[in-house]
């Protein structure tokens, strides 16, 4: 998965030495602790981060979305705009770009 990743990166004009693979690690702390470490968490479409994002937001690490129809692609929508960050949610993929970028 790694390789394809890279691959995927190195295609669209990432470094692909920008991107990190961390192994398991078997404590929360030690796992939160390390999410800080980022400066923007991106999440999945259509289907969105779920528990990983209140890790996320546990590591003070601001989370950008793109909100689906679906109940999969609307959990992190609903949980952003619980904690009062609806700025964090895109409606479409080309909105989600433009936010990352200027993030």
């Known amino acids: 998965a790694s390789r394809n990743l890279q691959r995927e990166a190195a295609i669209r004009g990432v470094d692909p030495q920008r991107l ?3 192994p398991r690690l078997p404590e ?3 796992h939160l602790a390390r999410l800080q470490l980022a400066d923007l968490f991106l999440d999945t479409f259509p ?3 779920h528990a990983t994002a209140s890790d996320v937001f546990w590591a003070g690490v601001p989370l950008l979305t793109c909100r ?4 999969a692609a609307r959990v992190s929508a609903s949980l952003l705009a ?9 409606s479409d993929l080309a909105q989600y770009e433009t936010r ?4």
């Open 20 to 22: 990190v693979f961390a």
């Open 28 to 30: 929360s702390a030690a």
């Open 47 to 49: 289907y969105t981060a």
């Open 68 to 71: 689906g129809e679906s109940y």
């Open 82 to 90: 619980t904690i009062g960050c609806p700025e964090l949610i895109t």
């Open 100 to 103: 990352a970028l200027r993030l």
